[in-house]
């Protein structure tokens, strides 16, 4: 029956996997193997630092792991926003640190988008870190776009990125952070992307103008 459910098992999506593992013993088992959690896709939900250091267990097989239009928890009623604002900042990236661990170099594909707040331009640096085989990395947020010592960690840990898609989304909190710097960072670093997406105020023709000829089959954006 195990040997059944494996082979369902591994088209369910993130979301289906949780409620699976509640059905039986059988099910939870074959729902909580690594085998079946290659890919990971968590998206317009509320979650925590520690749920994500619980699904770090399950994700030792993972090779794309997609983080997408978090929220964070509900203001409390008494909560002033600058405290809220504060309290939420970073706050899931305790549990993605053990999540990017568990994954290691088997991870390829990283996506982080739209998740303000929750997670910083950190979580790239995480990724410098621990996944080293990464070939595809999105990272786009309004509140905390990338910034050149960032990009240069992730260039230095991982070496093998053909795809970058870093474009602060708009309106950017702090449009001048993805600067000039940032563009020829990227071009020092990456000698064979085939796609790259940037952009906002803080890039000018200086900073395009280092990319230009840099890579022949390279589609930017």
Not at 122 to 129: D, I, N
Request: aromatic share 8%; glycine share 8%.
């Amino acid at each position: 029956m195990r040997a059944a459910l494996f082979c369902i098992f591994t088209y369910l999506d993130t979301k289906t996997l949780l409620r699976a593992a509640e059905v039986c013993r059988d099910w939870r088992f074959v729902a909580r193997h690594p085998a079946v959690w290659t890919r990971v896709l968590l998206e317009n939900a509320r979650i925590s630092s520690k749920f994500l250091s619980t699904l770090s267990q399950w994700c030792t097989q993972t090779h794309s792991l997609i983080l997408q239009n978090l929220k964070p928890r509900q203001r409390g009623k008494k909560e002033i926003k600058e405290e809220y604002i504060k309290s939420t900042r970073g706050c899931l990236e305790e549990g993605l640190e053990s999540l990017l661990k568990a994954t290691g170099g088997n991870l390829l594909i990283l996506k982080v988008s739209h998740c303000p707040n929750l997670l910083t331009d950190r979580s790239l640096w995480l990724a410098s870190c621990y996944c080293r085989a990464l070939q595809a990395v999105t990272y786009r947020s309004a509140t905390d776009p990338v910034g050149q010592e960032v990009i240069w960690a992730l260039g230095a840990g991982c070496r093998d990125i053909i795809s970058l898609q870093v474009a602060p989304l708009h309106p950017c909190q702090q449009p001048a952070r993805f600067s000039n710097r940032c563009l020829q960072t990227i071009g020092r670093c990456w000698p064979h992307l085939r796609a790259l997406g940037v952009g906002g105020a803080g890039c000018g023709v200086q900073g395009l103008a280092s990319l230009d000829g840099k890579w022949d089959a390279c589609d930017c954006k």
